[in-house]
């Protein structure tokens, strides 16, 4: 299902949810960001069994309204994702985690923004949700300024509680009321 679809210079952006078919796609920019070392929760590259699985069980959440994803494509070929997913606990089903990821050619132009507030938007009017928590690395300083411009504030940091890239990092949380 696509839920918006502009141009940016000359490239023609597409969000949408995920369909089985986008497997391939998917681990291949999933595959690029670990090989760039992003700040990005993953540090091993994925197998295609490992992304047909994992976007097997996400298309389910997504029907049995446990999650949203969106997707970004940008002239035809996957170069975003932005998942935020409900919280386990009966007393937290209001709450959402949200992750996001994006190639490098399709930073900086807006696309993460547009990203992230239309995946808001689904968590909201889909899930029903009333709070966005996410994590972000001390050191994603891009990330945070995006985040804190967008309505997160920072509310608390887990002090090494990332090993990444063979350094330890912050885990900052940070929070939005939908």
Request: charged share 30%.
């Amino acid at each position: 299902m696509i839920l918006k679809k502009y141009k940016i210079f000359d490239k023609i952006i597409i969000l949408r949810y995920p369909k089985p078919t986008d497997v391939q796609d998917m681990m291949n920019m999933i595959n690029s960001l670990v090989k760039e070392g992003a700040d990005i929760a993953k540090s091993k590259p994925v197998t295609i069994q490992e992304e047909k699985l994992w976007l097997r069980n996400s298309i389910m959440s997504i029907k049995n309204k446990e999650k949203v994803i969106i997707l970004a494509e940008m002239n035809g070929v996957c170069v975003g994702s932005c998942e935020i997913t409900r919280d386990n606990y009966d007393v937290s089903r209001h709450v959402g985690t949200l992750g996001i990821g994006l190639v490098k050619s399709a930073r900086g132009i807006g696309i993460g923004t547009t990203l992230i507030k239309t995946a808001l938007a689904e968590a909201k009017k889909r899930l029903g949700l009333r709070l966005v928590k996410l994590y972000v690395f001390d050191t994603n300083n891009i990330g945070k300024n995006i985040y804190t411009e967008m309505g997160f504030s920072e509310i608390g940091r887990i002090p090494k509680g990332i090993y990444h890239n063979k350094k330890y990092k912050d885990d900052i949380i940070m929070v939005k009321s939908l």
